[in-house]
């Protein structure tokens, strides 16, 4: 099966990217794979796997390989005296804004591009973390209790301490901070408005366990991940949730009861059908007390969360091979017609 990796984007979560498409080249190569890098202006390449590695992007050598442009239901390259289409299926691996703000998606579903990964609106409810907990309220989910703050607006905050200080609309850990006491907060609110102008503020939570589940739906039916209980210390900084990215060897499954795997799946179900059909997408759950809360959305994770399948190469042929059909709208100009018949002209 042919696949196209389109990786990059203008974000903070760039280098991510990169690292992702790289471990995905080895975890894919059963698949006839081609490489599509957005830089940073936006402008597309069409990367030779042999130079997947990291310095190509860091020394600028990407800028040497063909660019693309886009048509109906294909990148394209135009040589002096010819014209090659990328017509594969895409897998949207660029992370953050662009890949997981519904910029990427807008652009191939305009272009009659098939792709694996979030749609639009999926991309809406899960990049602003203000809007996941609108989602998990609106699907009777539960989540941890929150206050949202604004740059441009003084609020002050009403919870307790210790806190979580969060920037709405980035993952990978980016301008989060564990604040215990009121002298830190100045600090903490100064560095994630670096990132965003809009923040949230949540309780940490002492004794909670985490639980991350990765899942897709092909052919109507849902098709979960093992479940993995993270190692962390107080909370997975950017550093350790990255040096853990490139990972690529499946992890242990948690050791928990077959309830509980049946609940957090359950509760993952709520979240997909109906929102993020085309997508694998990975959720942060923390238990506490016996109850289950929606942590966070990963609409692309990591690397795909290769490392939580058993068959990740299958799974993703599986999803390629399932993903939603657009119904393509006839223009009749029927109503036109109508109106010039009327008037005699």
Known sequence: MKLTILFGGASFEHEISIVSAITLKDKLSKFDLSFIFCDGDHLFYNIDSSKMKATTFSSGEHKKMPQLTLTNGAFVQKNMFSTIELRNVVLNLIHGADGEDGTISSLLDFHAIKYVGPRTNASVFSFDKRYTKYLCKARNVQSVQYEALSKNEHQNISMPYPIIVKPASLGSSIGVSVVKEENDLDYALDSAFEYDANIIVEPFLEGVKEYNLAGYMANDKMRF????????????????KYMDFSRSEQVL???I??????????TFEKIYRGMFEGALIRCDFFVLNNAIYLNEINPIPGSMANYLFKDFATSIEELASSLPVSKKIKISYDYIHSISSAKGK
Do not use: G, R, T, W
């Open 257 to 266: 009861s077959e309830e509980l795997v049946l609940k957090l799946q359950s």
């Open 253 to 255: 499954k948690a050791d």
């Open 225 to 240: 991940s093992i479940v993995e209980e993270p190692q962390k210390d107080e909370f997975l900084d950017f550093e350790k």
